[in-house]
């Protein structure tokens, strides 16, 4: 948020059953936390925006952009489960504490950001991958031309990598962060902000395949 705010205008928004937002379970629906960022952005007036989501915020950005694809310019999506099968079980069946200790890598940094984690309701947790084993939403989304870039740390635990078959489009780009587990803006904070600026100041319309012209980028792209 500091890094981005820099340049832009830049929000973090609580979904339904994450931080201080109500625990309302027949709002947990990936259409109804989209319907939420929709209300959002116009009650602030604001319009065409860049959405960054981690994990399942990743999920809701993408039917969000289907949704509502005049108001999507781009979308990078983190340590994101594209379909399913690529979510470990462990992530569907943990309590909240189990969860972060698993995932986290017990640094004070990461104890720091993750705070937050106990306040979330697990049923949102559950209804978002109901969602995602329901409906086929990234292709659904990936079908709209939108520039993506998907974001996943090598030694992520919960989710599974995407093979390349998902980065055919010449509007979608994949890189793996080395080293990183399921939270790489944490785990490799300097590199993560580095790749999350060069993407925001990309032109609107470009692809996020002109980031493997940067010599930083090139030995960590799909």
Known sequence: MQVTSTSYRAYALDLWGFG??????????????ATLLDRFLNEMGIGKIALVGHGLGGLVGMTFATRFPQSVDRV?????????AAVNARLRTAALAELSE??????????????????ADIQAIAASL??????????SFRALNIP???VYGDKDPAI??????????????????????????????TRFNRLLTDFLALDSGLSP????????????VR
């Open 20 to 33: 201080v937002t109500a625990h309302n379970v027949l709002s947990y629906s990936l259409e109804q936390q």
């Open 160 to 189: 599974i990598t995407p093979d390349g078959e998902y980065s055919l489009s010449t509007m979608t780009h994949q890189i793996e962060l080395e080293g990183s587990g399921h939270f790489p803006m944490i785990d490799e904070t």
């Open 76 to 84: 990078m999506a983190v340590s994101c489960p594209l379909d399913y």
């Open 148 to 150: 993506c870039l998907l």
């Open 102 to 119: 698993w995932l986290s890598s017990r640094s004070p940094e990461a104890a720091t950001a993750l705070s937050d984690a106990p306040k």
């Open 209 to 220: 395949r002109e980031l493997q012209m940067k010599e930083e980028w090139r030995r960590r």
């Open 130 to 139: 109901v969602g995602l084993q329901a409906n086929n939403t990234f292709s």
